[in-house]
């Protein structure tokens, strides 16, 4: 009696993957493709190989409804990404280093701005350590993204297929039940389409995220809320780095750097609207992209369905439509005028907190300035992953705008002006702030101005106790 085990007898009405794929990667009806594989020293596969190569599109079609974005593949890739950059888990040591620097910064920041808190738990973070607390919010963000990339590639391969509408017969392939139509095999292929297009997003956000671990000092830099309860976060391996070549003492920068992130964090603690806001308009950017439908076609065709994660890099270049919309211009507006605004507020309330106190200030504020000038690393994460591009050319001109608020009515009129998304400045005001500040206030009388601050603050306690 043979050992072997006695295979599970066939589905009639299941189509032949191998034959399919045989049919498919090759032959009179695919002479470009036979050429390809020729020229790789593979003009024709094993049965084995093909039979192995069914078996896994067969189970990449079976199963539930996919996820657009595949958060396992990304956070496994970014880790992943970090480990070959060097990376270690933070000592004890660097850890009360950290607390401490960040104790000194709410002190500090006390003195400048009744918007600082320091209630948010301290946190000093490897690169993966990052990567796993900020996942879920990257998955917030680009998930709009990820469902329009899904349904392109879906469509993409309906009309590959010739396919306008169930009933239709397909060409003759081998393989195929006999009488199945287009419609019956797209309800097989679809799940494979939606899995290979949610692990290729997937990937790609991976290596996007792990890239930027390795880069940024804070777990706030890029300017969004992404660390959750409103932590404040370092890393101490990336700030060692950033202070390479600037001639100042490590724990001067630690300290600068510390100031920058507790400010942030206070402000999206303090000013309740303004996250929601910021994330809001990144996913409306997402959500109307227009994905390039007669640019994934081609790239289809050139996949190897021997390596499905092939998908990523034909794609990769071929999602996005050139054009933004008329809604996505007003999104981006709006999210490089907020980021503008938290990045303007924290370079002032950081060089009036540490100008006193540290010797390096103005030369550590002008290297922030330049790093994010060279194109920083937000902008070229949200380039790759929603084919947004960040640029910070306002930013001084909202460091201006808050400093003219300070000089004519000190630190609580220009704290006042996030009181409510209705008073906050917008891309005009960026363009005159003098004339924003004088609109600011013959808005309200000064005691009608300092309720609403006192509004927004007891609110941001009430969030934060």
Do not use: C
Not at 432 to 451: H, I, K, N, Q, T
């Amino acid at each position: 009696m043979s050992d072997q085990p006695h295979p599970a007898p066939k589905d009639p009405e299941e189509p032949d993957f191998a034959a399919m794929l045989a049919s498919l990667l090759g032959g009179e009806d695919n002479p470009e493709v036979a050429e390809a594989l020729s020229a790789m020293g593979i003009d024709k596969m094993d049965p084995a190989t093909m039979g192995m190569i069914g078996a896994q599109l067969k189970a990449m079609m079976s199963g539930g409804p996919a996820e657009p974005f595949n958060i396992e593949l990304a956070t496994d890739l970014a880790r992943k990404t970090v480990s070959e950059q060097g990376d270690a888990s933070v000592g004890g040591a660097t850890r009360r280093e950290i607390e401490q620097a960040v104790q000194i910064a709410a002190l500090w920041l006390d003195e400048v701005t009744d918007l600082s808190t320091s209630n948010g738990r301290v946190h000093a973070w490897s690169r993966a350590e990052w990567v796993d607390q900020t996942m879920p919010m990257w998955r917030e963000l680009v998930e709009p993204v990820a469902t329009g990339v899904s349904a392109a590639v879906v469509a993409a391969m309906r009309a590959q297929m010739g396919q306008s509408g169930a009933g239709e017969d397909l060409p003759s392939m081998p393989g195929l039940p006999s009488g199945m139509d287009a419609g019956a095999l797209m309800g097989q292929m679809e799940p494979m389409l939606a899995r290979m297009s949610g692990s290729m997003f997937g990937a790609q956000v991976g290596q996007a995220v792990g890239a930027l671990a390795g880069d940024l000092v804070s777990g706030t830099e890029v300017g969004l809320p992404l660390v959750p309860e409103h932590g404040i976060a370092l890393l101490p391996a990336n700030i060692e780095s950033f202070a390479e070549g600037l001639e100042v003492d490590l724990g001067e920068v630690r300290l600068y750097l510390a100031v920058r992130e507790v400010a942030r964090v206070s402000l999206f603690a303090k000013v309740p609207w303004l996250g929601p806001q910021l994330i809001a308009a990144v996913q409306a950017y997402a959500r109307d992209i227009t994905i390039d439908t007669e640019g994934i076609e081609p790239a289809l065709q050139s996949i190897d369905p021997s390596a499905p994660l092939a998908m990523q890099s034909a794609l990769s270049n071929s999602l996005f439509a050139p054009e933004p919309s008329p809604a996505q211009l007003s999104a981006l507006a709006l999210l490089e005028t907020y980021l503008a605004l938290v990045e303007g507020w924290v370079d002032v309330v950081a060089d009036r907190a540490t100008s006193k106190h540290l010797p390096h200030t103005a030369a550590l504020g002008e290297a922030v300035r330049r790093r994010r000038a060279s194109g920083g690393p937000a902008e070229q994460v949200f380039s790759q992953l929603v084919g947004l591009e960040l640029r910070p050319r306002r930013l001084r001109d909202a460091a201006n705008l808050w400093a003219a608020l300070e000089s004519k009515g000190g630190p609580a009129l220009r704290d006042a002006a996030w009181a409510h998304p209705d008073v906050a400045p917008t891309a005009a005001d960026l363009d005159d702030p003098l004339g924003y500040v004088e609109r600011f206030m013959s808005g309200g009388a000064r005691d009608e101005m300092d309720e609403a601050l006192d509004a927004m603050l007891s609110e941001g306690d009430s969030d934060n106790p």
